[in-house]
């Protein structure tokens, strides 16, 4: 839907102050419109549009207005250059409809012209891969520089599939100048020499270690027993500034990343424990069996345009990461693709909890923050409505963050055939790890958004009792003086049993960390089979 923001007319910018405050705002920016950015005559003024949406700037001359100024907006002067000899009504218009451009991200403040000579590539190569300059161009400053970041990344493909075949194509093809493949190609060969790039062999094979890939600044990882290469390479410990991206099967779905580095975390381990709660643990299993050294079926499972498609997206997603024109979509996600009906779908990978090796990288983070006071349930009311909508709007943000079908920490909401009268009940699905998936419902008495935030928080609590490990003892006994046993507590079983693991909680009241019995905060966990304390 495009807004409606009036632009000032010569009448009202001469009379208002505010016209010329927006102006010296702006006067010493470089407007530079996008190239995708279309604007079109209105019976009230002019229409500002792209694929993505649009805006309407009302005023009886807006239009002439626009297309007078708009053909200069190249970043290449200031507005205040481009506002010369206009009088005070002119400049407060053009003001407005930069403004409005800035405001939508239909165009942005080009930066002065750097003084020190950045890296560029040849003039061979700017005319050759002029059109990828230009995409550079259009969604970020300093394209040529960025074009050369990617032209100079060395990239390894260790894959003797269609996938790597086509991925070293895209790569080639689009300006990088140096890769390395594990088998030889005419194809590839012919397309270096054409381009003015290095296509090396890599004697070491598919199965590359660290120190066979020294001088790759990005490895792709493909092909048959693609899971458990990566997963050696994780484990080796990525060498700093590395990259790694894996295109993996898992069942009939090939996933792509999610790319790590050396200080990464949301790893392939973690897709993998993802994926394997949420959709297959048996496909999650012959993974984890080729990690430990079963060997993988032979040959591939993605030929012909499926591999086209999935080569040269790993090609492009190194062009995005390398010259930052737009984010990589594999940085901190899996791009996951149904064999059977090609759908994708992109989702984020969080580091999960029995991940050795991103837990070891969270150790070092600091602990959350304690709240100031107790968070107790407020029903909503006519009067607090508001307040309804901003829970609307704080479930939405958790749930695009936590709740997704293949790599969420819940993998769905399981209310829509729900009667939701006289109560408004949601229920939420959660892995617990080894195939065991559990809904958990909750109610609320006004809202659905109340009954699945009420959900989301109890999956949360059994999430944490049954996936989540229990702090080491260091941790446990870490900056607490005083000691609770189980007879302090309502739920003591009165067995006598010793607790067999401590650890620390913090009261709500004096915010004084307390050791206290694993068992009485994890009741249904396994520590607890002796009934230290009642569940």
Not at 437 to 455: K, Q, Y
Request: with cysteine; glycine share 10%; hydrophobic share 45%.
């Amino acid at each position: 839907m495009a807004a409606n923001t009036p632009i000032a007319t010569p009448a009202t910018a001469v009379a208002d102050p505010a016209g010329t405050g927006t102006f010296d705002a702006l006067a010493a920016t470089r407007p530079r419109i996008r190239r995708d950015v279309l604007f079109t005559e209105t019976p009230g003024g002019v229409l500002f549009h792209n694929a993505d949406g649009g805006f309407h700037l009302t005023g009886r001359t807006a239009y002439r207005f626009a297309s007078l100024v708009v053909p200069h907006l190249t970043g290449h002067h200031r507005l205040a250059e481009l506002c010369a000899g206009f009088g005070p009504a002119q400049r407060a218009m053009a003001a407005e409809l930069v403004k409005a451009l800035y405001g939508r991200g239909f165009a942005r403040d080009v930066p002065e012209p750097r003084s020190a000579a950045d890296p560029v590539p040849d003039a061979a190569a700017a005319e050759r891969f002029a059109a990828q300059i230009a995409y550079v161009d259009h969604y970020a400053d300093d394209a040529s520089e960025r074009f050369a970041r990617f032209r100079a990344t060395r990239v390894a493909v260790l894959g003797d599939d269609e996938i790597a075949r086509w991925c070293a194509l895209s790569l080639l093809r689009n300006g990088c100048a140096r890769i390395g493949t594990v088998t030889e190609c005419e194809e590839i060969t012919a397309e270096a020499a054409q381009a003015g790039a290095r296509a090396d062999r890599l004697g070491a094979g598919a199965g590359a270690g660290w120190d066979a890939l020294d001088g790759y600044d990005v490895v792709v990882v493909s092909g048959t027993g693609a899971g458990a290469r990566t997963h050696r390479l994780l484990a080796a410990g990525i060498p700093g500034g590395r990259t790694l991206i894996p295109a993996w099967m898992f069942g009939e779905r090939v996933v792509v990343g999610p790319l790590a580095t050396a200080g990464s975390t949301g790893c392939w381990s973690c897709a993998v424990l993802r994926l394997g709660g949420n959709v297959s643990a048996a496909e999650a299993a012959a993974l984890w069996g080729e990690a430990a050294g079963v060997t993988p079926e032979p040959g591939g499972r993605v030929f012909g345009p499926v591999a086209a498609m999935v080569g040269n997206l790993i090609g492009y997603e190194i062009f995005r990461l390398t010259t930052g024109a737009l984010p990589a979509e594999t940085d901190g996600q899996v791009l996951v693709q149904d064999l059977a009906s090609l759908d994708v779908r992109a989702e984020p990978v969080r580091p999960h909890p029995r991940c050795v090796r991103c837990a070891a990288l969270d150790d070092g983070q600091p602990p959350a923050a304690l709240p100031e006071g107790l968070a107790l349930p407020v029903t909503a009311t006519v009067a607090t409505a508001r307040d309804a909508e901003a829970m609307v709007e704080e479930l939405n943000r958790i749930s695009t963050a936590l709740v997704r079908p293949y790599t969420g920490v819940f993998s769905r909401y399981d209310d829509e055939t729900l009667t939701q009268t006289p109560l408004k009940v949601s229920r939420v699905e959660v892995a617990l790890g080894a195939g065991v998936r559990r809904l958990v419902a909750a109610f609320d008495v006004h809202h659905l958004a109340g009954a699945r935030m009420r959900a989301l928080y109890a999956a949360a609590a059994a999430y944490v009792e049954h996936v989540v490990p229990p702090a080491g003892e260091a941790a446990a006994g870490a900056g607490a003086d005083r000691v609770l046993g189980p007879e302090a507590f309502t739920t003591s079983g009165g067995s006598g049993a010793a607790p067999a693991a401590w650890t620390v909680a913090t009261s709500l009241l004096t915010k004084e960390p307390v050791r206290v019995p694993a068992e009485a905060v994890r009741t249904f966990g396994l520590g607890n089979h002796h009934r230290v304390h009642l569940a």
